[in-house]
């Protein structure tokens, strides 16, 4: 009985240390968990030009445009607090649009902070509603997700 | 277009929706049968020297 | 000699168990996966269609989410067998975390591998090192590394402890595994079904994904049931074998 005891104490002591100490790593390691910056994050951290980064966030309303060379898309990716424009050419994921949608583009800083991606990529949320029920939110004016047209057009 | 090649085409994400509903049939039903016929050679191992053993050694 | 008698006896109620068990949990395994795969491919609505929604693509969480919830599941059971055997020394403790890690393994490559099929076309990449998908990624090799030291050894008894402590050591990440996704900005989306606001599911599709997490959980129980019993016979039969060389 005493023996066991024991173990006991020492597993749950040693899982117990064991767990604080990822915690203290994680922790310290926050920077490199994380995924990607939100702008304000990343204004925070003064990220140097050229440096490559993710940085995530909404795409602003209305800020989708096509450059002059018919191919480079621009766009506002926002945290609602601070805004940073984002340049790219290159296929976008189907999840793309205005507003709702929050994406996580890949590539660096210019010198003038604007953004140049590499790569774009859709986060989704975790709402699964059918078709249907959406279409009929949308039409009683209850839909709260979605009010803005989608990406591109 | 008829409602089994609609059903089939998953809304353009057929590439991606089969291969992933497919290989988890295809695993689980791999991973069955391994075991089933893993348990059986098992047990008829453990049957037959049993046997050869005879009785009077038991626990 | 009293311990070995106590080795045995406990095997023996075990099979019984597992034997009576055993139907009723394939029962239940094929019923549920039955009703949950037909409802959930041929009959749940889609969702909506991209960019708003995800439109067909939904139909992969109906196997990606309980293969989740599995690959979690199974590591639990690993390591409180694993826990039963070094600190109580149940000697069913071994056996049953050896017959469970590599059913584990292959719902972690599997929530991996749909995953990827997954976030290939919604998210726009096959991977990403987000803390989600790495940390699932490291619960797979922490199965393939638990499946490699019970096998490693001729005597199974030789690998089975740095096996437990492995386990054990592992369980730090089933709360990284399900908390990544609030702690750190992660490419994977929050929780849908165990968060504080209840399920952001429609029930429409809550519903045979329920039919599919119980379906998976009765396969599991069922394979598990089968694995212990490979495991014990062959154990029964090396012991045999062994008393049959020393007279």
């Not at chain 1, 949308?138 to 979605?146: A, F, M, N, S, V």
Request: some cysteine.
């Amino acid at each position: 009985m005493k023996a066991k005891t024991k173990r006991l104490f020492f597993v749950s002591f040693g899982l117990a240390l064991l767990g604080g100490a990822v915690a203290l790593a994680l922790v310290a390691l926050q920077d490199t968990v994380t995924f990607f910056f939100t702008p304000s994050q990343a204004a925070e951290r003064s990220i140097p030009a050229g440096q490559r980064v993710r940085l995530g966030g909404l795409v602003e309303e209305k800020s989708i445009r096509k450059l002059a060379d018919g191919v480079t898309i621009e766009f506002r990716v926002t945290d609602r607090s601070k805004a940073v424009t984002v340049r790219y050419k290159g296929v976008l994921p189907d999840l793309f649009r205005e507003k709702q949608g929050v994406v996580v583009v890949q590539g660096a800083f210019q010198p003038d902070r604007t953004f140049v991606a590499t790569t774009v990529l859709a986060k989704h949320d975790e709402n699964y509603v059918p078709k249907e029920l959406a279409d009929e939110l949308k039409k009683q004016g209850l839909w709260q997700h979605d009010k803005s047209k989608p990406a591109g057009k | 277009m008829d409602g089994i090649g609609r059903f089939l085409e998953m809304g353009g994400y057929a590439a991606y929706v089969w291969p992933a509903l497919g290989l988890t049939a295809l695993v689980l039903a791999v991973l069955l049968i391994a075991s089933v016929r893993n348990a059986r050679r098992r047990e008829a191992e453990l049957a037959q020297l049993e046997a050869e053993l005879g009785r009077g050694d038991e626990g | 000699m009293s311990a070995r008698l106590h080795a045995f006896a406990n095997p023996a109620r075990f099979l019984r168990l597992a034997r009576r068990l055993l139907p009723w949990t394939a029962a239940l395994a094929a019923i549920c996966l039955a009703i949950g795969a037909v409802w959930g491919i041929g009959i749940a609505p889609p969702g909506k269609p991209p960019p708003e929604g995800q439109g067909e693509t939904v139909r992969i969480m109906y196997v990606h989410v309980p293969s989740a919830w599995m690959a979690l599941f199974v590591y639990a059971c690993v390591a409180a067998a694993s826990a039963a055997a070094i600190i109580w020394r149940h000697p069913l403790g071994h056996v049953l975390a050896r017959a469970a890690s590599p059913i584990g393994a292959c719902f972690a490559l599997l929530t991996l591998a749909t995953g990827s099929l997954w976030g290939a076309k919604m998210w726009g990449a096959w991977w990403v090192w987000d803390a989600r998908l790495t940390s699932v990624l490291i619960l797979f090799f922490l199965y393939l590394g638990h499946i490699a030291l019970t096998h490693a050894f001729d005597d199974p008894a030789r690998g089975a402890r740095a096996a437990c402590i492995l386990a054990l050591v592992g369980v730090v990440n089933l709360p990284i595994i399900k908390f990544s996704v609030d702690w750190w900005n992660t490419l994977h989306q929050p929780a849908s079904i165990i968060r504080r606001e209840g399920p952001a599911i429609d029930a429409q599709m809550l519903a045979p994904l329920f039919f599919m997490i119980c379906g998976f959980t009765f396969y599991f129980f069922s394979v598990w049931l089968l694995r212990a019993r490979a495991e014990l016979a062959a154990l029964r039969t090396r012991a045999l074998k062994l008393r049959l060389l020393a007279s």
